[in-house]
């Protein structure tokens, strides 16, 4: 039923700008914490961004200043706004939630993954 569902991923040039939403639904009663991971091919999947549902934010160093991570309670959703991409930052990106789920407690759960591809 729960299902974390990405968009925003594409092709775009150094530089430039692309904004990533996640929208949770089934069964949510709260959300505890949201965020982005990304995994570039042969490397590990690490952490980019997350916030808290007291609203703190951690971002991985490598995006600090460049990447916003924001929430929308009412819809559900997290952003993440990528500004200066650098071709580094090409991966999959993936869409991560500690939900608590009526009947389930807190759980964690991911989505399918969007790829932002940064070209030079």
């Known amino acids: 039923q729960v299902q974390l569902v990405e968009s925003g991923g594409g092709l775009v040039q150094a530089g430039g700008s692309l904004r990533l939403s996640c929208a949770a639904s089934g069964g949510i009663f709260s959300i505890n914490a949201m965020g982005w991971y990304r995994q570039a091919p042969g490397k590990q999947r690490e952490l980019v961004a997350r916030i808290t549902s007291g609203g703190s934010t951690n971002y991985a160093d490598s995006v600090k200043g460049r990447f916003t991570i924001s929430r929308d309670n009412a819809k559900n959703t997290v952003y993440l706004q990528m500004n200066s991409l650098k071709p580094e930052d090409t991966a999959v990106y993936y869409c991560?939630?500690?939900?608590?789920?009526?009947?389930?407690?807190?759980?964690?759960?991911w989505g399918q993954g969007t790829q932002v591809t940064v070209s030079s």
């Open positions: 991560n939630g500690n939900l608590y789920v009526l009947g389930y407690g807190a759980r964690d759960y």
